[in-house]
Structures are given as C-alpha cells and as structure tokens.
C-alpha cells in the first residue's frame, strides 16, 4: 500500500508542478507582450536595437525583482538585452554580497600593500 501512497503523491505533485508552471509561462507571456507593444525594441543599458529576428534576446527585467507585480502601465519593467540582464541580476547579488556600484567607494577596501618595502629596495645600492 505504501508504493501506491508514494506513487500517487508523486503523480499530484507532479500536477501541482505542471499547473505552476504553465500559470508562470502564462503570466510570463502576458506582460511580456505587453512590454513588447508598450517600449521600443531596444535595450534599456546599452541601447542594442532588436528586430523580429532577434527579439527573443530581448527580456522583460522587473525594476523592483517581484516577478508576480506587472502593472498593466509597465512601470516595474524595463525592456534589456540578455547581457545586461543577467549583469543587472549579478549586481543585485554582488550587492547582497556586501560591494558596492556606482559610489567611488569599496565596500571593503583592500589591506594588502605589495609595494610596502619597494622604495627601501630601490635606494640600496647594489652589492
């Protein structure tokens, strides 16, 4: 009795898994053709134009990360290449991280000094 339990909790989680993501695709499909028709086919961050052919290297970025919050006017997208894409999503993890972009700054700036002892090195004379 116990393989058919695991067997049929295997089959409705795997239900649950399907209807999620089909509701994902779909909610994904939906403003994504909406930010297609809303903004110009071009890419937020470095400005690359996109056609018809190339367009599936165009992706929808959600300005606050909430993949589930799609106004019906845009505001939380913007519409960016796949490279800046994943380099905005590196930022936001390098961020959690602890560095810092855009201040001039380091979040943890470097201790080592390489060079500490080269001038006492270069005024002995040789011998």
């Not at 300005?63 to 019906?72: A, K, Q, V, Y």
């Amino acid at each position: 009795m116990s393989t058919h339990k695991s067997a049929d909790s295997a089959s409705k989680l795997d239900r649950v898994v399907l209807e999620a993501r089909r509701a994902r695709e779909k909610r994904e499909s939906d403003y994504r053709a909406l930010a297609l028709k809303l903004y110009p086919w071009v890419c937020g961050r470095c400005g690359r134009e996109f056609t018809r052919e190339n367009l599936t290297e165009l992706t929808v970025h959600h300005r606050n990360h909430d993949h589930d919050f799609n106004p019906p006017d845009g505001s939380n997208w913007e519409l960016l290449c796949l490279y800046c894409h994943d380099n905005e999503h590196m930022r936001l993890v390098e961020a959690a991280q602890g560095h810092s972009f855009g201040t001039g700054k380091r979040a943890s700036p470097a201790t080592d000094k390489p060079f500490a002892g080269l001038a006492d090195l270069l005024r002995k004379p040789p011998g």
